[in-house]
T-cell receptor, first 113, second 111 residues
Framework: DAGVTQSPTHLIKTRGQQVTLRCSPK?????VSWYQQALGQGPQFIFQ???????QRGNFPDRFSGHQFPNYSSELNVNALLLGDSALYLC????????????FGPGTRLTVT | QQPVQSPQAVILREGEDAVINCSSS?????VHWYRQKHGEAPVFLMI?????EQKGHEKISASFNEKKQQSSLYLTASQLSYSGTYFC????????????FGQGTILTVHP
């Protein structure tokens, strides 16, 4: 049973560029949440997708957007990258909109230069 | 608001016990505990729900004091594999899955 997978593993971008990160949830999971984790900090909630709609959003600017596909996989897009966007981006999936347990993927390490 | 974890770091010898605390200034619906090893994803340990229900996947225990808005994670007879950073994530009850994480507690277990 495959767990949560994310791609790419690492990414280096330049300020002002745009990036797309991808996530495939654990088998049987239909809810995907995205988190940003700066070095030495806890993860910060970006947004959550369920039934292909953004259900909740954290305190992140509109430069951060996402999408969920019919197969429950998800993308995180960040436009106009800033140096401060450098972080580990984690995807977490859970089984059902009322489930409490979230399972994290290995993350994508984004470096903005 | 971000929950406050204490201590920030703890060093143990194998077999020793540790307690990690997590407190919030807001009412809690559930507390989620995760362990993250360097360079890896956070791994789910346990959820404590308002009303006393617990869901866990490892031999780790925890408590949830709703009145005090606090949770504690108890690690007994620690093993080398327990080393990592422990995070508590709080759900205020209005939003399933929107977790607010603490700053983490670094646990190091030595032989």
């Amino acid at each position: 049973d495959a767990g949560v997978t994310q791609s790419p593993t690492h990414l280096i971008k330049t300020r002002g560029q745009q990036v797309t990160l991808r996530c495939s949830p654990k088998s049987g999971h239909d809810t995907v949440s995205w988190y940003q984790q700066a070095l030495g900090q806890g993860p910060q909630f970006i947004f959550q997708y369920y039934e292909e709609e953004e259900r909740q959003r954290g305190n992140f600017p509109d430069r951060f957007s996402g999408h969920q596909f019919p197969n429950y996989s998800s993308e995180l897009n960040v436009n106009a990258l800033l140096l401060g966007d450098s972080a580990l981006y984690l995807c977490a999936s859970s089984p059902g909109r009322n489930s409490y347990e979230q399972y994290f993927g290995p993350g994508t390490r984004l470096t903005v230069t | 608001q971000q929950p406050v974890q204490s201590p920030q770091a703890v060093i143990l010898r194998e077999g020793e016990d540790a307690v990690i605390n997590c407190s919030s200034s807001k009412a809690l619906y559930s507390v989620h505990w995760y362990r993250q090893k360097h360079g890896e994803a956070p791994v789910f340990l346990m959820i404590l729900l308002k009303g006393g229900e617990q869901k866990g996947h490892e031999k780790i225990s925890a408590s949830f004091n709703e009145k005090k808005q606090q949770s504690s994670l108890y690690l007994t007879a620690s093993q080398l594999s327990y080393s990592g950073t422990y995070f508590c994530g709080l759900d205020g009850g209005t939003s399933y899955g929107k977790l607010t994480f603490g700053q983490g507690t670094i646990l190091t277990v030595h032989p």
